[in-house]
């Protein structure tokens, strides 16, 4: 029931809703047309989502000894035969001309001593063409596209704010296949309220907090996968879980990432003796993409019993290591780790979802008015296995498709029909929150333990057996507990992690990320894992 003195709910009206604050959401909103009111909103701060902690870089063909051809057949050889060639080229092509217009919003990337774009290479690649701001890209980025967006008058950012879901003309019972909206909490007062739009983009990243350790931030529930899956969209290829190979281990280091560009530029991951073995697994060492670098770890570590491995940059220059590592060198060190004299320890962790909500080179969804950008999407770019620092291209490119789709089509859409206010007349606060933390903990658990890096038919059903058990308790602590931040979030891993077990569980080979032992072979078939709901209908045109 409500409580006394209740505020009333809070209803907003926008030509273009943005659910997430990250490079794919504020990218949209920064090359929408300024007479368009656009709001933005986030979980935390604007520049708390998963870009700020991007650390390697973005991919693009800015030298000339690169190309586009190059670029291309290295993202389809890393995709495991799964990319679709078309969204690659896209992505691809329209690679150079995103990161112009990064550098024009003001994102300082390192130069040489000539003033010249410093280019790196990491895992997979066949040339230098990583372009980075030091060894925090991510910050750089995120902080530069946070500012503009500031100063732009028509981009409201309302920060502090957690989707719900969506809202539907079938969820208003009324015709038609369109999102005009969503239901947002609001974690200032946990009221959840309106906000209606013309256009409405999944901009919330991926879902790796569904696993014990993962380099992202607490966000990475999969809020915008499962809220679109509820609407009706298809996701595709869920099984492909990108673990990154290298996470800082250390008690109090809350999983930090170990950028792939220090094995780029001469790192050596290490047994506990000091041994490379790297060579034993892939002829291209450290450099080997990251599902294989990640299973020779995990096989390495399972073989010796270790809690960890190494990776050692310490035969390089101290001066060099301090220059283009000096985010990861200042974190090591608040740890009694000098990574100019001793190895980094290190372990795999959860770290891309390479799957999502089916969209077309538009960002357009299977709703009406619906678009997703970032991770949270499944354009076909990264097929088995993401390219490594083609997922921040991949957010500048969707980012700017839907912005210039959105602004062809805008004069034609018309204003949002009206809709309720969230009704939390039959509800009551929670006493038992102990239920949303220990149904948490026995998640990620379970779908580390059991989906990941390594899986087994058996596994997956026994995983398959506890996310139902959990999804009928979750969803009856939904339907009569006032909604909060955890239970939110909750409620969306359990979804993401079914559709994650369900797509390993169609998938009969081992391809990229998905490696299981009782399929070890791959099949000539090549296809991709769609999951389409009961809600499903076929998109318009």
């Known amino acids: 029931m409500a409580r006394d003195n209740d505020p009333m709910p809070q209803s907003y009206e926008y030509d273009v809703l943005i659910i997430g604050s990250g490079a794919a959401g504020l990218t949209v909103a920064l090359n929408l047309p300024e007479h368009l009111k656009v709001c933005v909103v986030s979980k935390g701060d604007i520049s708390s989502g998963a870009t700020l902690w991007a650390q390697g870089g973005i991919a693009a063909v800015l030298d000339d000894q690169d190309s586009t051809?190059?670029?291309?057949?290295?993202?389809?050889?890393?995709?495991?035969?799964?990319?679709?060639?078309?969204?690659?080229?896209?992505?691809?092509?329209?690679?150079?001309?995103?990161?112009?217009?990064?550098?024009?919003t003001g994102v300082d990337f390192t130069r040489d001593t000539d003033a010249q774009l410093h280019l790196t290479r990491e895992g997979g690649h066949s040339h230098r063409r990583i372009i980075h701001a030091a060894d925090?890209?991510?910050?750089?980025?995120?902080?530069?596209?946070?500012?503009?967006?500031?100063?732009?008058?028509?981009?409201e950012l309302r920060s502090g704010r957690v989707a719900v879901d969506l809202i539907t003309?079938?969820?208003l019972a009324l015709p038609g296949n369109r999102c005009v909206g969503a239901y947002i909490l609001n974690l200032e007062d946990n009221h959840v309220e309106l906000f209606r739009a013309r256009f409405?983009?999944?901009?919330?990243?991926?879902?790796?907090?569904?696993?014990?350790?993962?380099?992202?931030?607490?966000?990475?529930?999969?809020?915008?996968?499962?809220?679109?899956?509820?609407?009706?969209?298809?996701?595709?290829?869920?099984?492909?879980?990108?673990f990154h190979p290298t996470c800082l281990y250390h008690p109090h280091a809350k999983s930090f990432?170990?950028?792939?560009?220090?094995?780029?530029?001469?790192?050596?991951?290490?047994?506990?003796?000091?041994?490379?073995?790297?060579?034993?697994?892939?002829?291209?060492?450290?450099?080997?993409?990251?599902?294989?670098?990640?299973?020779?770890?995990?096989?390495?570590m399972k073989r010796l019993g270790a809690d960890h491995l190494y990776l050692d940059i310490s035969h390089k220059p101290a001066d060099f290591v301090r220059h283009h590592f000096p985010t990861i060198y200042e974190k090591c060190l608040e740890f009694g780790i000098d990574i100019t004299r001793e190895?980094?320890?290190?372990?795999?962790?959860?770290?891309?979802?390479?799957?999502?909500?089916?969209?077309?080179?538009?960002?357009?969804?299977?709703?009406?008015q619906l678009y997703v950008v970032g991770e949270a999407g499944f354009t076909g770019l990264h097929g088995a296995n993401r390219?490594?620092?083609?997922?921040?291209?991949?957010?500048?490119?969707?980012?700017?498709?839907?912005?210039?789709?959105?602004?062809?089509?805008?004069?034609?859409?018309?204003?949002?029909?009206?809709a309720p206010a969230w009704d939390e007349s039959q509800v009551r606060d929670s006493d038992e929150d102990v239920v949303i933390s220990h149904n948490w903990d026995e998640l990620r658990h379970f779908m580390w333990d059991y989906v990941g890096i390594v899986r087994t038919t058996k596994r997956l059903q026994r995983a398959k057996h506890r996310v139902d058990l959990l999804s009928d308790e979750i969803g009856e602590f939904y339907s009569n507990y006032r909604v909060t931040n955890d239970l939110l979030e909750l409620r969306n891993l359990v979804t993401v992690s079914d559709l994650i077990i369900c797509a390993?569980?169609?998938?009969?080979?081992?391809?990229?990320?998905?490696?299981?032992?009782?399929?070890?072979?791959?099949?000539?078939?090549?296809?991709?894992?769609?999951?389409?709901?009961t809600t499903y209908r076929t998109p318009s045109p």
């Open 136 to 155: 925090a890209t991510g910050y750089a980025v995120s902080t530069t596209l946070a500012a503009q967006a500031q100063a732009r008058p028509n981009i």
């Open 343 to 368: 190895p980094i320890p290190v372990v795999p962790a959860a770290h891309y979802t390479c799957g999502g909500i089916v969209s077309d080179e538009r960002a357009r969804t299977d709703i009406n």
């Open 69 to 104: 051809e190059n670029h291309v057949q290295d993202t389809l050889a890393a995709g495991g035969g799964l990319c679709s060639e078309e969204a690659v080229r896209f992505t691809v092509e329209h690679s150079k001309e995103s990161i112009e217009w990064l550098i024009g």
């Open 504 to 533: 390993a569980l169609q998938r009969k080979e081992s391809r990229g990320l998905h490696y299981t032992l009782d399929y070890p072979g791959l099949l000539h078939e090549v296809r991709d894992t769609v999951l389409i709901p």
């Open 169 to 171: 003309n079938r969820k």
């Open 200 to 242: 409405t983009v999944i901009a919330t990243g991926g879902a790796s907090k569904a696993y014990r350790y993962t380099t992202n931030p607490d966000g990475a529930s999969g809020d915008g996968i499962a809220m679109a899956w509820r609407a009706g969209c298809r996701v595709g290829n869920m099984e492909f879980n990108q």
């Open 387 to 418: 390219m490594a620092s083609n997922s921040l291209l991949e957010c500048l490119v969707y980012g700017q498709a839907a912005a210039a789709d959105i602004a062809r089509r805008e004069a034609d859409i018309p204003s949002p029909p009206e």
């Open 257 to 300: 990432l170990i950028t792939e560009a220090v094995r780029g530029e001469g790192g050596l991951l290490k047994l506990p003796d000091g041994s490379r073995f790297m060579d034993r697994f892939d002829k291209r060492g450290e450099l080997a993409p990251r599902d294989i670098v990640a299973r020779a770890i995990d096989h390495e």
